[in-house]
């Protein structure tokens, strides 16, 4: 029989306090080594592991390949095993590719390690996280609980980056255009190695605060609920709101390059400054859940999605050499915001429209495997942009490609609230 659908929240229970603990804490760190050694320290790794922009953004692709097969059937997975074991098994998979990262491998070797950190960190684990967010939430609070899961997500984030940048301005000499490639070398190395760490403490934390629970439904076949899942309207409409908030939320990788080649900041004031935004992403993801349970999911990504339109038209037209960097910089803060609040919420509109709590890793798989195409062509476009047009002229035309992403994302958003108003979910 399938599992009914949990129609109280935890949010007023404290033991599930530290349910919510666990998938943060895990949630946030299984995408540490693959992604924000990346994001906080883009230039830094460029320059250590000799490698052109278009170069990562292709490694970072053969990710989002491997990702995406593993999208579908991990929620299948996510709906017939014991969430506490396949996430712990994943973590630690996830934590040893960090050993083979810190030896600084070729970009063969590179595109390798990220080809199984597709399949780590997805497989075994992505599904599994959300259908647990979204039974913690219960059926009033979805907005709440997923805004929880990714504020929180963000504060870890943050707190940890802030950690690993203060590593490496304690490995790099104080002018740190003067570090030598052996210098960076060290100090990037010592960063893999610290988010390695964290992220096998985080299976520990999986394993002992995630209750074992009897899986109830290993006669139901998941497979008889795919065509229900593929024929509603609102599936596709919700993979296509992920995509364009994802194409946001990976653009945020390049902040750090924008700070460096247009704003004139050093490496580690770049990260600096991409590390502090990132503490904006507890409030905004909080902030957008409570505002999505008082009036409505669809309604608040909406409005967001008109926001960030209006950031990238901001960042496309002014420079740094009109005299308005500070400007530019306040409006960059502003983009962190949106672009949090988007992926706050995005993942509640399972509730709203109507999955069944039996299909849920179902449902969040082949959303997952529409919505995250990004991380297969995202990087690998942008990079390409910019080696194609150094300076400001490459950033103009990235952020126009934002412009267009954010935009599909606006009228999927309106499509969305006008076929709940007609009914027809």
Known sequence: MPIKSQNKSSIDNPSGWLIIFSLIFAGELIFSLPFHVIRYFRPTFHDVFNLTYAQLGDVIAIYGVTAMLS????????????????????????????????????????????????ITNVLLFWSAMLRATRNWGGKFAQGRAFGFLDGGRGLLSAGVASLAVLLLAQLLPSEVESASLLERKTALKSIIWFY???????????????????????????????????????????????????????????????????LGMDEVKAAWLVSNGTYLRPVAAVSAGFLADRFS???????????LVICYITMLLLSAETGLMSFLIVNLVFSFLVVYALRGIYFALSEETK?????????????????????????????RILDASPGIKGYQNFFLMMIIFTVIGFVASFLLIRNYSNKEM
């Open 355 to 383: 999955v069944k709590n039996h299909l849920t890793g179902t449902t969040i798989g082949i959303v997952s495997f529409i919505g995250f195409t990004p991380d297969i062509f995202f990087n690998s476009l942008m990079g």
């Open 297 to 307: 999911i669809r309604k608040v990504i909406l409005i967001t999605f008109s926001l």
């Open 196 to 262: 390695s760490l964290l992220t096998f403490s985080a299976a520990f934390v999986v394993w002992f605060l995630i209750p074992e629970k009897r899986v109830e439904n290993n006669e139901f076949n998941p497979f008889k609920g795919i065509k229900e899942v593929l024929l509603k309207r609102t599936t596709w409409l919700q993979g296509i709101i992920i995509i364009s908030a994802y194409c946001g939320y990976r653009g945020i990788d390049f902040y750090g390059l924008y700070a460096t080649d247009i």
């Open 71 to 118: 999208y579908f059937p991990g929620g299948i997975i996510a709906d017939r095993f014991s969430t506490r074991k396949i996430m712990a098994i994943s973590l630690v998979a996830t934590a040893l590719g960090g050993i083979w990262m810190a030896t600084i491998p070729d970009q063969t070797g590179l595109t390798l390690l990220f080809a199984y950190w597709g």
